[in-house]
């Protein structure tokens, strides 16, 4: 008996692969398997699918768009001097923004942000000799030059952010804390090129063999 049951299990499931409903199309919705008042709601809800049409909307369109000035949850940038680099005045801003803790992992995340994205143009030391400029594509800024040392802080990461003359933005790159931090490291690389022994603060002379 029991090979019978096996046999019959076996055709029910041979007949249904190969007579089954691949391929067929439905005009109706299946069967429920539960009552609606079972589970009320969560099979027939009330939605527009993508690109439907509305009856609703003037325009009849289902999808709408944001309404004018929105921001998303925890976008909010009212920090004037983390988002847009300036100060209270208005003024580019000198220095980091309050908001930032400039540290060592800062400047490390600087630096690989700037190597992936500013080092191909502005070279890997930062004097515009990146791999570009090999296959003709001439320009890139000199970060070491004196117009870009004496600029404010907050001006090279407007800079990042918008762009300026061939350079294109980065902000859908760069959130605005990288770019801090991309900043921060071209300081680094600045004051590497120009530092003295005398900048070195007193309590980490005694590290690079300097009295």
């Known amino acids: 008996m029991r090979n019978v049951y096996l046999v ?8 249904v692969s190969v007579l089954g409903l691949r391929g067929s199309k439905f005009t109706l919705p299946p069967n ?3 009552p609606e008042w079972a589970f009320p ?6 939605k527009y699918k993508p690109q439907a ?3 609703f909307f003037a325009d009849g369109r289902a999808d709408r768009p944001i309404p004018a000035g929105t921001v998303q949850r925890g976008f909010l940038r009212e920090d004037a001097a983390l988002y847009q680099g300036k100060d209270t005045t208005g003024a580019w801003a000198r220095g980091f923004p309050a908001a930032l803790d400039v540290n060592q992992q800062f400047l490390a995340r600087g630096k690989e942000r700037y190597n992936i994205y500013c080092a191909p143009c502005h070279s890997e030391i930062g004097n515009g000799k990146g ?6 594509w001439g320009g890139p800024a000199n970060l070491h030059d004196d117009r870009l040392r004496k600029m ?3 001006e090279i990461y407007n800079t990042i952010a918008n762009g300026k003359n061939t350079m294109f933005s980065y902000a859908d790159k760069l959130v605005p804390e990288d ?3 991309v900043v921060a490291y071209v300081r680094a690389l600045q004051i590497a090129q120009t530092g003295t022994a005398a900048d070195v603060p007193a ?3 005694s590290e690079l063999g300097i009295k």
């Open 8 to 15: 019959t299990a076996f055709v029910v499931v041979l007949s």
């Open 32 to 34: 429920d398997v539960f």
């Open 41 to 46: 709601g969560m099979k027939h809800q009330p």
């Open 53 to 55: 049409q509305s009856a």
């Open 131 to 136: 791999i570009v400029t090999k296959y003709g």
């Open 152 to 154: 404010a802080e907050g």
């Open 179 to 181: 770019r801090w931090a």
């Open 203 to 205: 309590a980490h002379k």
